[in-house]
């Protein structure tokens, strides 16, 4: 079965530092792949979808590679800033309708 | 609306209570999905709608799980004779194309209504 890894520890870095996350999926190819911001007691918010044929992608302070080789993405946040700090969530997806969501990395940036 | 809105946003029930979520997506949009996040957990998907056709409804955890989407737009997910295992925070998010096959939709997500059965 379709199955995604995200760190379940929380990711403590220091403000202005390069934050990085990783989502391992396995059993299956996803065609493109989608990051969203969770915050406590809020929905998740999109911020970047990456394609297959796509190795990189960019978005201001972010950046997401996929490799379908590896079977992995990395998600990087450049100069973290304490507002990043929250819950990020990846999603693997077929070319279906649903998302597939990882559990989730919990981001916290300290001064 | 500016988003997507979920109403109630807490909900308690004592197990065997059936209750009703509900979901107002931004307005024009055909897509309209629900997710079951558990604690700690990442959404899970439950149903998806296009218009008002539930075209797939494979997450549903068990019959006592029923969505609906009558006119296309406002959304309901009821759950009959609740048990503690239907604790979770219900998601709703929804789309303004018809289908996200192509990896180009983003979803929106509302708030949530956090439920915990008793």
């Known amino acids: 079965s379709q199955k995604i890894e995200q760190n379940s520890e929380a990711l403590n870095i220091q403000e202005g530092k390069t934050a990085t996350l990783t989502c391992n999926y396995t059993n299956y190819s996803p065609a493109y792949l989608q990051w969203y911001r969770q915050d406590p007691g809020r929905g998740p918010v999109f911020l970047l979808l990456i394609r297959e044929n796509e190795k990189e992608k960019r978005k201001e302070r972010l950046k997401v590679t996929f490799d379908t080789t590896l079977k992995q993405s990395l998600f990087h946040i450049t100069a973290s800033q304490p507002a990043d700090s929250a819950t990020y969530l990846c999603a693997p997806s077929e070319n279906t309708d649903k998302l597939i969501f990882g559990t989730g990395t919990r981001l916290q940036v300290f001064p | 609306g500016a988003g997507v809105s979920q109403s109630p946003r807490y909900k308690v029930a004592k197990r065997g209570q059936d209750v009703a979520l509900r979901c107002d997506p931004i307005?024009?949009?055909?897509?309209l999905f629900w997710y079951q996040q558990a604690l700690g957990q990442g959404p899970e998907f439950l149903t998806y709608f296009q218009n008002e056709a539930q075209l797939d409804k494979s997450g549903l955890p068990s019959d006592r799980f029923f969505a609906e989407r009558p006119e296309g737009s406002v959304s309901t997910l009821k759950i009959q004779r609740t048990q503690q295992e239907d604790s979770a925070v219900y998601l709703c998010?929804?789309?303004?194309?018809?289908?996200?096959?192509?990896?180009?939709?983003?979803?929106?997500f509302g708030p949530g209504t956090r439920l915990t059965v008793l």
């Open positions: 998010a929804s789309s303004p194309l018809a289908g996200a096959r192509f990896g180009t939709d983003t979803q929106y």
């Open positions: 307005s024009g949009h055909v897509s």
